[in-house]
């Protein structure tokens, strides 16, 4: 099946209930920077919150780490960035557009975009020139060549500089991993597509350090468990599929790689949203040399020093946050109303509100009944307290939100204690003993499955 572009449409809605705001709107914004609103930091943490319990909490084979964003630049000689790090950059001089050229080809004309850039007959296209994506800055006061530093384009690094001090501070033995999440920054050439590549952004990393011999094992099982993880978050199987590095996309180190792609829909398709790499020991072994600092692991049970070889998985927190608010967006027809709905249909333990409370009228006590249930319910679940308007109304404002549940203090409320809880994928409206609500709640946060396939609270 193909998945439609929801882009423009995801953009205006992102904006419009606060989810993804340009960065520095009210200036005309920044170059593909973006900022998230009270409901996209909510879905954000939420994701993060997974990444880190699935992979350092769950386990006790992973330890986690904040490293720093700033490093000795001498990192970033080791790690092949200040040489390597570049994509190669064509400009037109005709249009002044600029392109990756190695994506000149998936690139339109953006003077015919029919055509590709070179093919129309006043395209001027200058020869590639190497551009090396790092920001630069200096440390101190004296902004002279000494005192250059990187804003790093990838958190790993600081794991491999901090792998010994990891081990020995918790006396792991390998295998073990190290995992962390934080800010990386890349000068792209062509950003763009919303939040999907952008110049600041959040990875979340983790280095399994393994002994060699064992790494492809370790790769396949690797592998199979992001997968797995990007399956929880609720992406639709259909849209998720492993693309295999072919020898020239390899990098020159790794023995293996594999990206997770989603399918974004419309032209952008099936892209990559996590990286999973058998890196070798070539990280451990570049700080080892440059450093001069031994970096070897000693089995002490075996009687043997090696440096440990490394698979990791790399996952952009706003790229599979994007993934997962494309996934969710979709506009139906609701039967019996001329006007149709926009729903996010988020996953409910994602969702950056898990419940609406709204009291039918302002008056007859309900909002003063409907606010005592808020405050309960909100020592446990984010909660939204809505007493605006028309209760169908405040219904889609939470279907655009993505709030899995919605409960309303009715008349009923008022003479024997049961409120109506609607539920956002099939409009299914039951009532229930506000005394139940919170376990209700719970139990079908517990359930793991969206609120499409359970089908209804049993009624009372
Ligand atoms: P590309 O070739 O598309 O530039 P990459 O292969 O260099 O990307 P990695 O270095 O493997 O990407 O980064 C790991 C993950 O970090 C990616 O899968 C993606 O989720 C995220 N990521 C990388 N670059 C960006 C960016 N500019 N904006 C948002 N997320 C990014």
Redesign the pocket.
Known sequence: MAYPDVFEKLVSLAKRRGFIFQSSEIYGGTG?VWDYGPLGVELKNNVKARWWNAMVRQRDDVEGLDAAILMHPKVWEASGHVAGFS?PMIDCKTCKARFRADQLQGAPCPRKPSKHPGEHADCLLTEPRQFNLMFKTFMGPVEDSASVVYLR??TAQGIFVNFLNVQQATRQKVPFGIAQIGK?F?N?IT?GNF?????E???M?MQFFVEPGSDMEWFERWKAARLEWHYALGLAPDRLQFHQHGETELAHYARAAF??EFDFGGTLGF?????V?NRSDFDLSQHQTVSGKRLEYVDQAANKRYLPYVIET???????TLAILVNAYREETVPGEEEGRTVMGLHPTLAPITTGVFPLTKKDGMPEKAEKLAAELRKEFPVFYDDAGAIGRRYRRQDEAGTPFGITIDQNTMANDTVTIRTRDDMQQIQLPITQVADRIRAYLRSDVSTAEVKHFSPV
């Open positions: 593909s994509d384009p990838e990386a890349r792209e950003p939040t999907f590549r952008t110049r952004f959040e990875q990393e990206d997770i892209q990559e949203i996590e990286g790499h790399s996952v952009g927190a706003d790229r599979v």
